[in-house]
């Protein structure tokens, strides 16, 4: 069985950090992309960042830019995001995802139904 598990959420103030993880189990994610989206209250679920398991590269929205890192880690099937500099608009549900199918295109892995495991989520909170 496929499980996706975030940790890492909590509340913090604006100009503060956090770093999330999702622990991912059940299958290799070594051909896949992670990604990271969110939610927050009264909005839809948006994409935040991602990253290729095979050559590490990443991708973030424009909102995150320069703010967030996300990263893998040594031992295999640990994403995790890096979140500095926060604002109360970050405020969200965080949602760790795999997705082992390819798409091109400059906007790829960018769309929630391009993934096929979500984790629950883990809640943020910035507080102004």
């Known amino acids: 069985q496929v499980q996706l598990v975030e940790s890492g959420g909590g509340l913090v103030q604006a100009g503060g950090s956090l770093r999330l993880s999702c622990a991912a189990s059940g299958r290799t994610f070594r051909n896949s992309a992670m990604g990271w989206f969110r939610r927050a209250p009264g909005k839809e679920r948006e994409f935040v960042a991602v990253l290729w398991w095979t050559n590490a590269n990443t991708y973030y929205a424009d909102s995150v830019k320069g703010r967030f890192t996300i990263s893998r880690g040594n031992a295999g099937n640990t994403v995790f995001l890096q979140m500095d500099s926060l604002r109360p608009e970050d405020t969200a549900v965080y949602y760790c995802?795999?997705?082992?199918?390819?798409?091109?295109?400059?906007?790829?892995?960018?769309?929630?139904?391009?993934?096929?495991?979500w984790g629950q989520g883990t809640q943020v909170t910035v507080s102004s």
């Open positions: 995802a795999a997705s082992p199918r390819s798409f091109s295109g400059s906007d790829a892995y960018t769309q929630s139904y391009e993934y096929d495991y």
